[in-house]
């Protein structure tokens, strides 16, 4: 939207041409109309611009061409339009479609969140688009499974920590991202959330490794101690 749009009027040469748009119950709507069997060329303009909100945004030229052309494009100019020749002179029909690149407006609840252990939040990327883009999240440069402009996350872990990238995508010009930064901190609440997943397993197997040196050492030094005694005896 916002740019140009040409529509061309090939092959029409019926000395009267007309440019239409259908409306919703599919009646063509006169724009702009060309008879070219005078000394000069007659262009009218036609209540149909005014019927779709094309005054002044919608002109042909008044030669054999009769290409017309439609300025600063906006949602509504999408529909059908035709160059027609009469009953003896064919048509031409052309299907506008004006469309957008995604642009994410804004995001919540802000750019950088501090959330506590065992806590939810609500991601959500604000996105204007035509047609409505594909919106994806990934955390930390991995893809989620989740898609849509809203993302929840439950029971926040430490692991939980990260950038949050949504992506919208809707085939029309580059993606847009936006990144929230979320920070984990112990829950204060219910004095839960001191360690993260890594740091409680690294702490089991930590114990582990220190119970399993003491068992050695105890059998050790039984083994030795039973050997002194064996020898004086």
């Not at 599919?26 to 007659?42: N, W």
């Not at 339009?81 to 506008?96: A, F, I, K, P, R």
């Not at 252990?117 to 959500?124: A, C, E, K, Q």
């Not at 083994?223 to 005896?233: G, L, P, Q, W």
Request: contains cysteine; aromatic residues 6%.
């Amino acid at each position: 939207m916002g740019r140009a749009a040409t529509l061309p009027c090939t092959g029409i040469t019926n000395v009267f041409r007309e440019w239409q748009r259908f409306d919703a119950d599919g009646t063509a709507v006169q724009l702009i109309t060309l008879y070219t069997g005078g000394s000069t060329p007659d262009l009218q303009e036609k209540a149909g611009l005014n019927t779709f909100n094309l005054r002044g945004r919608f002109t042909a030229t008044a030669d054999d061409d009769f290409t017309a052309t439609i300025t600063n494009t906006r949602a509504i100019d999408d529909g059908r339009y035709q160059c027609d020749g009469s009953s003896s002179g064919g048509s031409v029909t052309h299907e506008l479609l004006t469309y957008t690149v995604p642009v994410i407006t804004g995001v919540a609840p802000s750019d950088t969140v501090t959330q506590a252990v065992d806590s939810s939040v609500t991601l959500r990327c604000d996105v204007t688009s035509k047609p409505t883009a594909n919106v994806t999240w990934s955390h930390n440069g991995t893809l989620k499974n989740e898609t849509g402009s809203v993302l929840v996350l439950s029971n926040i872990d430490y692991d939980d920590s990260g950038d949050y990238v949504c992506t919208a995508v809707n085939g029309y010009g580059t993606e847009a991202t936006r990144t929230i930064q979320i920070t984990v901190q112990p829950n204060a609440a219910t004095g839960t959330g001191g360690l993260g997943t890594g740091a409680i397993v690294g702490i089991v197997l930590g114990v582990i490794a220190v119970v399993v040196i003491i068992v050695v050492l105890l059998v050790y030094f039984l083994i030795i101690k039973k050997s002194r005694m064996a020898c004086c005896y």
